[in-house]
């Protein structure tokens, strides 16, 4: 069982880590957010290994069906060019912080995290204590009440960011004129050609 579970372990981070790969390296932004979606099915099956069900459904319900539908009509109000990779001149730059962030917050957790866990003592029979929805609700509303605000926060402000960057791209277009406004257009074209003739021919009488 324990072999089963390592194989099940190593195929949902292959998963996750080659979606996450997808993300940042394709060219096609519509197609990054679906790796988006992608990488966080991984992650919530393997919140299920893990047996935290309800962190899994909430990471489909929320992730998957909530931000990632939020990103992409972000990126389909936004976007100006599709299929262009938008990358700048020091991308190398910027991947070298990343990747040295990264590392500064996982090796000290790697060296000096005690991976030897003991199994809780208790009376045979007796199930390993679980933190379920009531846990979780209070630590929401208790000890992580300012990391749930800001999160949503930030959420509502990438959605505002959103609809004024839209706003202001749409304001640039030229905008589509209708079947009645174009007759109307043409009419007056016509009327202003007509009578530039008129003065044309005035003024060839005139002379």
Excluded at 171 to 198: D, G, K, P, W
Aim: no cysteine.
């Amino acid at each position: 069982m324990d072999l089963l579970l390592q194989i099940i372990f190593g195929m949902l981070s292959a998963l996750i880590i080659g979606a996450a790969m997808m993300v940042v390296t394709v060219r096609n932004v519509i197609h990054a957010a679906l790796w988006l979606i992608a990488t966080f099915f991984g992650v919530a099956a393997l919140y299920l290994t893990l047996e935290a069900e309800f962190i899994a459904v909430v990471q489909v319900l929320v992730y998957v069906g909530a931000i990632s539908i939020l990103v992409l009509f972000a990126i389909m109000l936004t976007r100006s060019s599709e299929g262009e990779r938008l990358l700048t001149k020091h991308w190398w730059a910027a991947a070298l912080i990343s990747l040295g962030l990264f590392g500064a917050v996982l090796l000290p957790t790697l060296i000096g995290h005690a991976w030897s866990i003991p199994l809780p003592v208790g009376p045979a029979g007796t199930p390993e204590p679980l933190a379920g929805v009531p846990e979780l609700g209070r630590g929401f509303v208790n000890e992580f009440l300012i990391q749930f605000e800001v999160a949503g926060v930030l959420l509502t402000v990438a959605l505002i960011g959103a609809i004024v960057i839209a706003f202001e791209e749409r304001s640039r277009r030229r905008r589509v004129l209708t079947l009645s406004e174009e007759h109307i257009l043409r009419q007056r074209q016509q009327a202003t050609a007509a009578a530039e003739q008129v003065t044309v021919g005035a003024a060839d009488a005139a002379d």
